[in-house]
């Protein structure tokens, strides 16, 4: 086994927050299966903040726990909040990462960013279009 | 819980003969071949006999035996060994697109040296065509090095075929069979090669030894320099024990052959066909007959490997992965590359190497704890989800 | 018929606590470290533990060691690898005139390579002279090997003070610390040096094993190509059951340093002093104090020493020698040459090298045994009669 | 232990004829013991057959077995005979030596015939002489 905190372990094996949101106010998509990982995050948000956050991922143990805890870290977030999880904070939450598994961490806190930059763009069409449809794909 | 272990190609455990074989040479007859007294004679007398035994496994001589420290070092000491001792007469050598990294790496640094290296590549079963190799030996090939088989999908190489044509033009040939010997029968004179690496920790030997076999007359340059162990061409005290253990495990493997063959390809068998009948898209890696009687490689589409490891490890399976995640340097297996298999397909490589020790109920353990395992992993895949949306947007 | 074991430098015994350390890891936990599951975790954090022990034991950091499978092979990879990484900054090396084969031979291999390679001299009990080595640095020296101590006539180098000397001057610096690391204090930063080589089966651990130690920033080329075992600087499967033992050894020797050393010295100097004030024309070869606790090395003249280890021997009776007709190669010690012996003398060279098993009465027993056996060789010598006559005539 | 056949450790363990002869018919000397091994002969001649040969010896077991078994093959032959005792045949009764110990059975075949010569050349100088003392040193 990879040298895996135990935090780790245990996000793995009962990842929180699996799953798509049918109606994701934001989805962001990291990471490509050639390279190994692939990331898709999906948020709802109710006044400013994540009231709701899914995930779904294709990759190693690590980047499972990471996008579960990702998941949980921002669950309940503003935006700004969110924001600011970085992959430092990723990796310290979950008392720590291998080495070689450091981009793992990278990735779960992109494929945040990336639903939340897709969530105001939306807004910006909306506020543009003036909210022809809330849930409307691009 | 229970535990199934089918990992054998990572290493093998040590049979309890071949243990009770070595045990009396790590405190009682714990010499120094080389000394000059009782101690030193039960050692040396006990490398003998290790040597005969290892001979007779693939049907050589004694003294065209050397002892080595592992695998590793008996394809770097035969790449790097042979080619030197050949290199007025030229620098160029021939390798395939799947051999080991001991092979890929020393190859590497013969590159460095200012060897050139070309690299057969293999069909999608993972075979080298020997017309392939005929045709890239040059007029100043040294050394032609493809192994005999490839562990990582079991695909078996027609290396007599293949020695046929290298004879032909002129060159050496090196064959790495550490995933052969002691699992199926290797006879240097039958598959016609000049040098061949092996080693017991694939066969229930012992792990810190192997051996290269060099036909009588060719020259080598030595690998590791020093004092005169193996009449001059391997320095360092010889590992007697472990040298013990080979032998052993060899005298074993030679005994037991075509039960040990009859009773892995039963279950190799058992453990493919279960798989493929409970798991979709999942995809046999290596040639479908031509291969080792252990071997049962997968790809299983839309999952990455080393999460399907951990999740079986979790459940007391051992297996192994060939994906970018389980390797430290996060690159797809190389093997599975080269067979032309597609980058995220490879991602989701699973080896079962079955073992001697392996059962009926192992197999159908895996059977029972796969399913589940793959079932919530594509759950969780995103490529599993715009897979099922294309069927239905297809449909 | 008693028997003796005095041949340590041969090799040790494996102690009892070392055996079963090691058992486990044969059978049971046979994993490869690589592995992820459950048996690569147990095998990995074996060898994470037994890295501790051995960085406690010569007081470094657990990753500055890398795992070898000999300490020939980590000679030659220091040797090998330190230097051709350092080959832009110059090809010159410096080592003693005594080093064993296992750098002299891999600095022979680096002069094909196109090094130049400076022997300095040793003086009659085998120091190295600092001031000799400063002088030999010259700007394009790209490695210093030193040996810490030389088991054939136990004389231990001034190593600290050498280091100050190859510091000053720039250069990398290599010991092979093979017969010090276990049985004398080895402490890297005391000993200043950049690498370090080592081996248990000088000190009661497995044969098939050693590490070199390379402090952290140093750069080296792996010697062994293949897999990314030892954080890619030393390929192939772990041999586990061996580290762990490594291990063990070196926790053991760490415990029991003082205790072993007083017990080999007084044994030694009662071997010494019986031994030479029983037989005449008799010479303790190697440092009078600067000597390792369990060495004593002779030169008894006008016999040669085969013949004594076989006599010796059926008296059950283990010890080795340098003489010319010991060594395969026919050519009287290296060590003793260089030292100033004249050859006719290093042929009488007899080696006791002491261990932890041995008792008061294994050395009463050989000063019991040898004297007869000595004289009955000379009683056959024609250079005894010779000399007899000689002194007669002179009379 | 080299591998010594049973009938090099028995000569070696027992040798014959060790010693030297003091008014020896003839000596040689070969070897030297820069090089590991030195040996001695020393003979008797009767009626042209060998009525004695002793021998002193330096060097390794091989050398000390091959110097026993070479007196007891020479012992009593004639000087023909004695000349016939190759290496090879040394080696023969030996049962086979070591390849690097091969050179001693050169040794003691080479130190019989220098006491031959010896012996002859001392021969040659009393017919010249008209034997003035049968045992004279050169
Ligand atoms: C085909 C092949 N060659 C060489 C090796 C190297 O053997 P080792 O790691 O024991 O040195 C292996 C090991 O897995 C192998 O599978
Ligand atoms: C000083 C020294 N260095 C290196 C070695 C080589 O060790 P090994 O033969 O275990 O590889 C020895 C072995 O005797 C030694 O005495």
């Known amino acids: 086994m990879p040298v895996y905190s135990e935090k780790v372990m245990e996000h793995f094996m009962n990842p929180r ?100 930059d897709d969530y105001l763009k939306k807004q910006g069409k909306k506020v543009k279009s003036k909210r022809r449809g809330k849930n409307e794909k691009e | 819980m229970r535990r199934a272990y089918l990992d054998n190609v990572a290493t093998t455990p040590v049979l309890p003969q071949v243990l009770e074989a070595m045990l009396p040479y790590f405190r009682d007859a714990y010499g120094n071949p080389q000394s000059i007294h009782e101690w030193g004679d039960q050692a040396r007398e006990a490398l003998d006999d290790a040597r005969s035994k290892v001979a007779a496994l693939i049907v050589a001589q004694p003294e065209e035996i050397i002892f080595t420290g592992s695998g590793t070092e008996a394809n770097n000491f035969a790449i790097k060994g ?41 069909d999608r079963y993972g075979l ?25 999908v079991g695909t078996v190489q027609p290396i007599a075929e293949i020695a046929k044509v290298v004879k032909k033009r002129g060159a050496l040939f090196h064959t790495d069979a ?41 020259r080598i340059i030595p690998f590791l320099d020093g004092g005169v162990q193996e009449r001059g061409r391997r320095a360092g005290t010889e590992n007697v024990p472990a040298i013990v253990g080979l032998g052993k495990a060899a005298e074993l493997a030679k005994e037991e052959m075509a039960s040990r063959m009859a009773h892995l390809s039963a279950l190799r068998d058992r453990l493919i066909e279960g798989l493929l009948s409970r798991i979709e898209h999942a995809i046999l890696t ?88 793959v079932d919530r992993l594509r759950q969780m895949s995103p490529l599993y989800s715009k897979f099922l949306k294309g069927q239905q947007g297809g449909r």
Request: charged share 20%; aromatic share 6%.
């Open chain 1, 17 to 116: 927050n699996v799953g798509e949101i049918e109606d994701a106010d934001g989805i962001g998509e990291v990471g490509n299966p050639v390279c190994g990982d692939m990331m898709t995050f999906y948020i709802k948000v109710d006044d400013n903040h994540l009231s709701d956050v899914k995930f779904k991922t294709f990759g190693c143990g690590a980047a499972i726990a990471v996008s579960s805890i990702v998941s949980e870290m921002a669950m309940g977030n503003t935006l700004e909040e969110a924001r600011k999880i970085t992959p430092a904070l990723v990796a310290e939450q979950l008392e720590g990462l291998p080495k070689n598994k450091y981009h793992c961490s990278n990735l779960g806190a992109q494929a945040l960013n990336k639903a939340i």
């Open chain 2, 82 to 122: 042979l080619t030197l001792a050949r290199q007025s007469q030229g620098k160029h050598v021939v390798i395939s697109a799947i051999e080991h990294f001991s092979v890929l790496h020393a190859a590497k640094t013969l590159e460095k040296w200012g060897f050139e290296v070309t690299q057969v590549p293999v």
């Open chain 2, 128 to 152: 080298v065509d020997p017309e392939e190799v005929g045709t890239s030996i040059r007029e100043d090939t040294a050394l032609v090095s493809i192994m005999h088989a490839n562990s990582e």
């Open chain 2, 178 to 218: 550490v995933a052969t010997t002691g699992s199926i029968p290797v006879d240097v004179k039958e598959l016609g090669v000049d040098a061949l690496s092996l080693t017991p920790n694939q066969f229930y030997g012992p792990k810190g030894v192997g051996a290269l076999w060099l036909k009588k007359g060719a």
């Open chain 2, 286 to 373: 290596g040639h479908p007959t031509q291969r080792l009687p252990g071997n049962a490689s997968f790809c299983i589409e839309f999952i990455e490997g080393e999460a399907m490891l951990m999740l079986l490890s979790h459940q007391g399976i051992a297996a192994s992965s060939g994906s970018a995640c389980t390797s430290r340097a996060l690159k797809a297996s190389h093997v599975l590359t080269a067979m032309g298999l597609p980058a995220e397909i490879a991602q989701g490589s699973l080896l079962f190497s079955l073992g001697l020790e392996n059962t009926e109920e192992d197999i159908d353990y895996v059977l029972e704890q796969l399913p589940p395992i």
